[in-house]
Nanobody
Framework: QVQLVESGGGLVQPGGSLRLSCAAS????????MGWYRQAPGKQRELVAA???????NYADSVKGRFTISRDNAKNTVYLQMNSLKPEDTAVYYC?????????????WGQGTQVTVSS
């Protein structure tokens, strides 16, 4: 079992930056892939960025060059550095832990943290 707790969301002006953190409980963090998803009102939840246990990353086209995902296995924490924020980045951001090649029963989700980009 993995428990995830997100933090770092808030209100920021366009062009500003935020860093989201997701702290995972348990001793199996290092073998899990981690992802950040977001969901705006009335829209489908979408993948923003993901990182494997080996450190490989991928990003949604809409955030490439602006967002960076990273992980610190010693701290059981994954981060999402968000720069050059735009109003369209406004959403609830969710942290996900999963295992490549396994079923959804190995997926865990955080409670979400609100990011609002507005002047």
């Amino acid at each position: 079992q993995v428990q995830l707790v997100e933090s770092g969301g808030g209100l920021v002006q366009p062009g500003g930056s935020l860093r989201l953190s997701c702290a995972a409980s348990g001793s199996i963090f290092s073998i899990n892939a981690m992802g950040w998803y977001r969901q705006a009102p009335g829209k489908q939840r979408e993948l923003v960025a993901a990182i494997t246990s080996g450190g490989s990353t991928n990003y949604a086209d809409s955030v490439k060059g602006r967002f960076t995902i990273s992980r610190d296995n010693a701290k059981n924490t994954v981060y999402l550095q968000m720069n050059s924020l735009k109003p369209e980045d406004t959403a609830v951001y969710y942290c996900k832990s999963f295992r490549l090649g396994y079923g959804h029963e190995y997926d865990y989700w955080g409670q979400g943290t609100q990011v609002t980009v507005s002047s």
